[in-house]
């Protein structure tokens, strides 16, 4: 199945650094959702976007829907200690389809 | 409210065994996910439901991956025989409908083939 990539693969950083990831693809998609997974666990979702250039925020989290419905950025301000794990795009098509990126493992350093 | 139930969260077996994961979804929810999740990789759609017809098993490797949801809730996927490379953490999720993007997964099934 097709995979989106992400990058970077992995970040290691220091708490209350800021954290930019970013999302792209081949194809087009209608929804761009951003999940973060934690060991052991499912992913959960954080934040879904369904409009291109659309820019949307839970919290710290900021995310944004390409422009050319290929991408997506994902940030996150002032990061804590509970913001370590896997982060992982989606994308969604119009048959409801989900394909999910190859994630981002991040590590922050108290 | 209960969330996504899967079990068991972990099984081993030797190649060529028969192995059944289970889930029971969140109540109310009509649509079905059965991921796989390889090491390092993001889930990859096994199967999908509507209540308790498979509207997508494109990516279900038939010779040994069967499932089903005969009553439109909860759902058992089964591999047999299995194989080395089978080893993984199956996920399964549901959304309110299939017309929906929240999906909510449950923990996942570790499955690992000696």
């Known amino acids: 199945g097709q995979q989106l990539n992400q990058s970077p693969q992995s970040m290691f950083i220091q708490e209350g650094e800021d954290v930019s990831m970013n999302c792209t693809s081949s194809?087009?998609?209608?929804?761009w959702l951003w999940y973060k997974q934690d060991p052991g666990e499912g992913p959960v979702l954080l934040i879904a976007?369904?409009?291109?250039?659309e820019l949307t925020s839970n919290g710290r989290l900021t995310a944004q829907f390409g422009i050319t419905r290929k991408d997506s950025f994902l940030n996150i301000s002032a990061s804590i200690p509970s913001d370590v794990g896997i982060y992982f795009c989606?994308?969604?098509?119009?048959?409801?389809?989900?394909?999910f990126g190859t994630g981002t493992s991040l590590t922050v350093i108290p | 409210e209960a969330g996504v139930v899967q079990s068991p969260r972990y099984k081993i077996i030797e190649k060529k065994q028969p192995v059944a994961f289970w889930c029971n979804p969140i109540?109310?929810?009509?649509?079905l996910y059965w991921y796989l999740q390889n090491l390092g990789q993001g889930p990859e759609l096994l199967i999908r439901?509507?209540?308790?017809?498979?509207?997508?098993d494109s990516q279900l490797p038939k010779d040994r991956f069967s499932a089903e949801r005969l009553k439109g809730v909860d759902s058992t996927l089964k591999i047999q025989p299995a194989e080395l490379g089978d080893s993984a953490v199956y996920l399964c999720?549901?959304?309110?409908?299939?017309?929906?993007?929240?999906?909510?997964f449950g923990p996942g099934t570790r499955l690992t083939v000696l």
């Open positions: 976007l369904y409009k291109a250039g």
């Open positions: 989606a994308g969604a098509n119009t048959g409801n389809q989900f394909y």
């Open positions: 109540s109310g929810h009509n649509t």
């Open positions: 194809s087009i998609f209608n929804t």
């Open positions: 439901y509507e209540n308790e017809e498979a509207v997508d």
């Open positions: 999720a549901s959304s309110l409908d299939g017309n929906t993007d929240t999906q909510y």
